[in-house]
């Protein structure tokens, strides 16, 4: 039985528009011409790790990987300690950026400089359903990362579904501009494939400061779409900047307020969706936090119960995969979230989660940013003390105590009360589990001086 092709992307009109590059259009003859040329070029290991940041030269780096049968790795982070787990996975590994990174220690190849020569011909790849095309390491919020093969089958799938539920579908070609980084599986999945294979544009760019997002908002055509986090969001509606005309806004990587989702939408007068997922099933609901709290689920995917855990299971997702939060179904097709079950704490007999403590720290008038942190048990007979870390620059801590002590049970008030300039957050506005931990051993280190 012959093997299923997909095709590489859903652009058939060789002049039709597959990304903006800086202000300049990129058709996709001159994509598949770029791809190919570097294609062409690549080391003989079978595994990149694609460090682009300009998305377009990510885009190709993972289009050329494709094509040539290799698989990319895209870890959440780029430490020693990151890449030493990578080599210990693929000992073939190579780097693929624009310029030198002294700080990785891997076999380098720098990213052409100059767009490859198109063509008179226009033909499109196509790629094996079955051939594994990444693997996407998950964040490690709660532990060691661990990695994920994706096969090309199923990232196809998921994006397509993920447009038509968005409404990014049809004859009008959306831009598509990302503040999350293409190596994380929502910016993968959000910012770069779903263009491949929706018909739209995606911009090259990946701005991070309010000032930068307006930027490059208004730097491509309408209609737009942003690809966001609740982070980034937060932080331009806070800078007061009014971006250019929006058709659409995403949301995913954190739980985003019913107050911060109206304030966007009110801002940038266009709906905001919020997208469900994990690293290890990819995108499998969306909803809009404005008008109801559940989550829909895309079609072709169910939950399964089993005990006190719930599997997400489809034709792609098989064997069905665990779900690492609390979810309450509440129809065949949609379900309600209650946060993280790596969340929950037990402290004196009484239960709640972190995302549950997140959110009444949060909801503090003068607190910017916050968040909980529950160490590692030291011993059973040991009552373990939870630890808040906060960034609220006209708050005290007998106030904010006060405040909390107004909104939840005495046993789950913060000792210690660690208040920061800023929080460690990555690009996707995650905190990783070992960077708050760093920042209690510091503390307590400093205590002890």
Not at 328 to 347: M, P
């Amino acid at each position: 039985m012959q093997a299923q092709a997909i095709p590489l992307i859903s652009h058939t009109d060789p002049e039709q528009i597959v990304a903006w590059q800086d202000g300049a259009a990129v058709s996709a003859r001159q994509f598949l011409a770029d791809v190919a040329h570097l294609a062409a070029r690549l080391p003989q290991g079978k595994h990149l790790l694609n460090m682009c940041s300009d998305r377009y030269h990510f885009t190709v780096g993972l289009a050329a990987a494709i094509v040539s049968g290799k698989v990319s790795l895209l870890p959440p982070s780029h430490t020693a300690e990151m890449v030493g787990q990578l080599l210990r996975y693929a000992p073939d590994v190579f780097c693929l950026s624009e310029q030198e990174q002294p700080s990785i220690a891997l076999p380098q190849m720098l990213y052409p400089g100059v767009p490859a020569p198109t063509a008179g011909t226009f033909s499109i790849p196509q790629i094996d359903a079955k051939q594994r095309i990444a693997v996407v390491f998950t964040s490690g919020s709660t532990g060691i990362p661990q990695p994920h093969a994706k096969t090309w089958g199923a990232v196809v799938h998921s994006v397509k579904a993920e447009a038509a539920r968005l409404g990014l579908t049809g004859d009008t070609s959306y831009t598509l501009i990302g503040t999350v980084p293409p190596q994380h599986m929502y910016g993968l999945e959000s910012t770069v494939l779903m263009a491949l294979h929706s018909g739209n544009a995606l911009s090259n760019q990946q701005p991070f400061y309010p000032a930068d997002i307006c930027e490059t908002i208004a730097a491509v055509p309408a209609p737009r779409v942003l690809i966001s986090s609740p982070v980034h969001l937060r932080t331009l509606l806070d800078s007061g900047l009014q971006p250019a005309a929006l058709a659409l806004v995403v949301s995913a990587t954190a739980p985003l307020s019913t107050e911060l989702a109206h304030d966007i939408e009110t801002r940038c007068d266009a709906p905001l969706l919020e997208i469900y997922g994990s690293t290890e099933t990819g995108l499998i609901a969306t909803r809009r936090p404005t008008r109801s709290e559940e989550w829909q689920l895309l079609p072709g995917i169910s939950l399964i119960a089993e005990g006190e855990r719930v599997h997400a299971s489809s034709e792609y997702i098989a064997p069905p995969i665990a779900m690492h939060d609390l979810i309450v179904s509440t129809a065949a097709d949609r379900f309600l979230l209650h946060g993280r079950t790596a969340d929950l704490v037990n402290i004196a007999g009484k239960r709640n989660s972190l995302a549950n403590l997140d959110h009444h720290l949060n909801s503090i008038l003068g607190v910017v940013d916050g968040a909980f942190y529950m160490p590692d048990e030291s011993s059973p007979d040991r009552v373990t003390r939870l630890a808040a870390f906060v960034v609220a620059p006209a708050l005290d801590a007998q106030h904010l105590l006060a405040a909390l002590r107004e909104r939840m049970d005495a046993a789950f008030l913060p000792r210690p009360l660690i208040f920061l300039d800023k929080l460690p957050r990555n690009r996707t506005g995650k905190l990783p589990r070992a960077a708050l931990q760093a920042l209690l051993h510091t503390h307590y280190a400093k205590s002890a001086a």
